[in-house]
């Protein structure tokens, strides 16, 4: 019988196939397969590819440490090819295009914030099945979020982040990469601001929030949003 513990460890030597998944660019990979979807590709294509960004992330986060809960061992399989990625995911490419995916996705149901569907009305080919999957890739994206978000330097990225639309309306600039070399040559002690108090609230957190509050998103899916919530606090 399974021990209550052991749910929580991972499969024996995992560290050594995500290791070589990564070597062989798995995380670039998915990232351009996303950039690359149109509304006339299979919705359930998209969700499979989220679903395996998630996965990928949250298993190599969970390599660099820290622990979340204080239930894996610390690890030296993987740990450079992890690190090395996560730092990709922060790109500002990268960056645009999966956590524009919290705000709601296109192809199968109209975009715009909440559910996926906010800002318009659907398409006549729309079903509570496609709309199910929308919401999906949200919380996909926020259990991502909540897993990868474990330093200032990557809190700091993601509320800074605001859609390329919206930069180019406000004229900001975003400097990811500046941002990371900054945090490799500092100190642990030294932590990154993520904001002024009294800010504008980050792009993020006004997603999150619309979607704890929506109606019509499930109920579980607003626990995985609250934990990611939690992360930037």
Same mark, same amino acid.
């Given at each position: 019988?399974?021990?209550?513990? $052991?749910?929580?460890?991972?499969?024996?030597?995992?560290?050594?196939?995500?290791?070589?998944?990564?070597?062989?660019?798995?995380?670039?990979?998915?990232?351009?397969?996303?950039?690359?979807?149109?509304?006339?590709?299979?919705? +359930?294509?998209?969700?499979?590819?989220?679903?395996?960004?998630?996965?990928?992330? +949250?298993? =190599?986060? %969970?390599?660099?440490?820290?622990?979340?809960?204080?239930?894996?061992?610390?690890?030296?399989?993987?740990?450079?090819?992890?690190?090395?990625?996560?730092?990709?995911?922060? %790109?500002?490419?990268?960056?645009?295009?999966?956590?524009?995916?919290?705000?709601?996705?296109?192809?199968?149901? +109209?975009?715009?914030?909440? /559910?996926?569907?906010?800002?318009? =009305?659907?398409?006549?080919?729309? =079903?509570?099945?496609?709309?199910?999957?929308?919401?999906?890739?949200?919380?996909?994206?926020?259990?991502?979020?909540?897993?990868?978000?474990?330093?200032?330097?990557?809190?700091?990225?993601?509320? $800074?982040?605001?859609?390329?639309?919206?930069?180019?309306?406000?004229?900001?600039?975003?400097?990811?990469?500046?941002?990371?070399? $900054?945090?490799?040559?500092?100190?642990?002690?030294?932590?990154?601001?993520?904001?002024?108090?009294?800010?504008?609230?980050?792009?993020?957190?006004?997603?999150?929030?619309?979607?704890?509050?929506?109606? $019509?998103?499930?109920?579980?899916?607003? /626990?995985?949003?609250?934990? =990611?919530?939690?992360?930037?606090?």
């Amino acid at each position: 019988m399974r021990q209550p513990n $052991e749910c929580a460890k991972p499969p024996a030597g995992s560290e050594e196939p995500l290791a070589r998944l990564l070597q062989h660019d798995a995380l670039p990979a998915l990232i351009f397969a996303l950039s690359r979807m149109n509304k006339s590709d299979p919705f +359930s294509l998209r969700v499979a590819f989220v679903r395996a960004l998630r996965a990928v992330v +949250s298993a =190599s986060a %969970d390599i660099i440490g820290p622990s979340l809960w204080g239930l894996k061992k610390d690890s030296l399989v993987g740990k450079n090819e992890a690190r090395s990625a996560i730092e990709g995911l922060f %790109d500002l490419d990268s960056i645009d295009v999966w956590l524009s995916l919290l705000g709601g996705v296109t192809g199968g149901v +109209s975009g715009g914030a909440g /559910v996926g569907m906010g800002g318009g =009305s659907t398409a006549s080919s729309t =079903s509570s099945v496609s709309a199910m999957q929308a919401q999906s890739v949200q919380m996909s994206i926020a259990q991502m979020i909540s897993s990868v978000v474990r330093s200032s330097v990557y809190r700091h990225l993601v509320c $800074e982040w605001m859609p390329p639309m919206e930069r180019t309306r406000l004229g900001v600039s975003l400097g990811h990469g500046m941002a990371i070399a $900054e945090h490799k040559s500092r100190r642990g002690w030294e932590k990154t601001a993520v904001g002024p108090p009294g800010g504008p609230v980050p792009w993020v957190i006004t997603q999150l929030l619309m979607l704890l509050g929506t109606e $019509e998103t499930n109920s579980n899916f607003k /626990v995985r949003y609250f934990n =990611s919530l939690v992360s930037f606090y």
